[in-house]
Every structure is written in structure tokens, then in C-alpha cells.
T-cell receptor, first 113, second 115 residues
Framework: NAGVTQTPKFRVLKTGQSMTLLCAQD?????MYWYRQDPGMGLRLIHY???????AKGEVPDGYNVSRLKKQNFLLGLESAAPSQTSVYFC????????????FGPGTRLTVT | TQLLEQSPQFLSIQEGENLTVYCNSS?????LQWYRQEPGEGPVLLVT?????EVKKLKRLTFQFGDARKDSSLHITAAQPGDTGLYLC???????????????FGQGTILTVHP
């Protein structure tokens, strides 16, 4: 079991460029989440999905889009990167919408210059 | 909007000392988790508390959920250098709500234990 994996691990973008972050989980979890982590701010939810083909906005969705075409994959896209999107991005998955226990990937460190 | 205030933000102690991290909110949560994160890695779940007043122990770590399910604490006894890391509390949902497992995270406590 690999758990939750994320690619790439690091990325540097120039302002205005686009990219897609890939998250994959092999635990057959229904729920998946994308967070960003900035110093002193904990983790903030960008978008989430409650099942294949569904997505919903989280706390800080502006500038990001997501897709969940397959149950095991959750993609996060940046259409036109901005320096304010420099952050560490984490994907997580969960088996229960009630208890809330989440399993996290190793993160992607993104720098936008 | 649910908020979780975590304190202190930084904690630097000597090996063998005890410490407590607090997580407070004005909102009621259906459950609360504590995670530990090391540099360059994702958060790893330590414990989930669900019942008001619940106390859970994990070796030298003791977790408590407040009676009203609005606050929680993490106490570490005889801290060791291996305990160094970022500790995050996270609350799930609210009583009677449909949260889809979404978590509200505290800002985190950076713990450094010196040998």
C-alpha cells in the first residue's frame, strides 16, 4: 500500500504559467481534499470531493480548479499562477465523512516567481 | 466559520520536561484530531477524540477533549528530542451538521526538544 502519493514533489513556475498537481490514493477512500499550508496559518482547504465525478469549494478556492474523474485520483490545477500561490500543497483522503480522520500525501512545494 | 486557536505557537524545551499544547474554539466539533508533521512530510494522524471529556493516552502523550467538545489539549510527559515537530489540532464538522469530513485546522505548534 502506497497510501496517498503526490506528484511532483517540487515545482517552480513563472507568473502566468499553468500546471496540474496529481494526487493518487490506493485505499479506496471516497473523500479527497486539497490543502495549502503557509507559515503560521495551519492548513487551509482549497477544494474537496465526496466521490468520483464530484467536487466542491473549500475555504480558499480562488485561482484553483479540480477534477475527480477516477475515484483514486484528485487533480488540482492552477490556470494562471500568481506569486500568492507560492505554498506547500497537500492532498488527503478519508474513508468517513463523520469522523474526519484524514491521510495525507507528502506534499508539493510550489514556488511562483 | 469555525475557528481553532492553538497555543502556544512555538515551544522550545529541554529533554525530560513536560509540556501542554492547547486548542480552543467557540464552536462545537463532532470530533477532534491531533496530527504531527515533520519537515518535508505530510501530517500524520496521532489520535481522534469523539466524546466530550474523553481522555486518550498514547505512550507519553495524553489527549483530552473538553466536556463541551469545543477544546482539546495535548500533554507530553518527559519530552524527548524525537518529539520535535509541528503539532496540529483539527476539528471535524459540528453537532448535527453535514461536513463531508472537512477539517478546520489550528495554526500549529512548533515543538523543539533539546537534548
Amino acid at each position: 500500500n502506497a497510501g496517498v502519493t503526490q506528484t511532483p514533489k517540487f515545482r517552480v513556475l513563472k507568473t502566468g504559467q499553468s500546471m496540474t498537481l496529481l494526487c493518487a490514493q490506493d485505499m479506496n477512500h471516497e473523500y479527497m481534499y486539497w490543502y495549502r499550508q503557509d507559515p503560521g496559518m495551519g492548513l487551509r482547504l482549497i477544494h474537496y470531493s465526496v466521490g468520483e465525478g464530484t467536487t466542491a469549494k473549500g475555504e480558499v478556492p480562488d485561482g484553483y480548479n479540480v477534477s475527480r474523474l477516477k475515484k483514486q485520483n484528485f487533480l488540482l490545477g492552477l490556470e494562471s499562477a500568481a506569486p500568492s500561490q507560492t505554498s506547500v500543497y497537500f492532498c488527503a483522503s478519508s474513508y468517513s465523512r463523520h469522523v474526519g480522520e484524514q491521510y495525507f500525501g507528502p506534499g508539493t512545494r510550489l514556488t511562483v516567481t | 466559520t469555525q475557528l481553532l486557536e492553538q497555543s502556544p505557537q512555538f515551544l522550545s524545551i529541554q529533554e525530560g520536561e513536560n509540556l501542554t499544547v492547547y486548542c480552543n474554539s467557540s464552536s462545537v466539533f463532532s470530533s477532534l484530531q491531533w496530527y504531527r508533521q515533520e519537515p518535508g512530510e505530510g501530517p500524520v494522524l496521532l489520535v481522534t477524540v469523539v466524546t466530550g471529556g474523553e481522555v486518550k493516552k498514547l505512550k507519553r502523550l495524553t489527549f483530552q477533549f473538553g466536556d463541551a467538545r469545543k477544546d482539546s489539549s495535548l500533554h507530553i510527559t518527559a519530552a524527548q528530542p524525537g518529539d520535535t515537530g509541528l503539532y496540529l489540532c483539527a476539528g471535524a464538522g459540528n453537532a448535527g451538521g453535514t461536513s463531508y469530513g472537512k477539517l478546520t485546522f489550528g495554526q500549529g505548534t512548533i515543538l523543539t526538544v533539546h537534548p
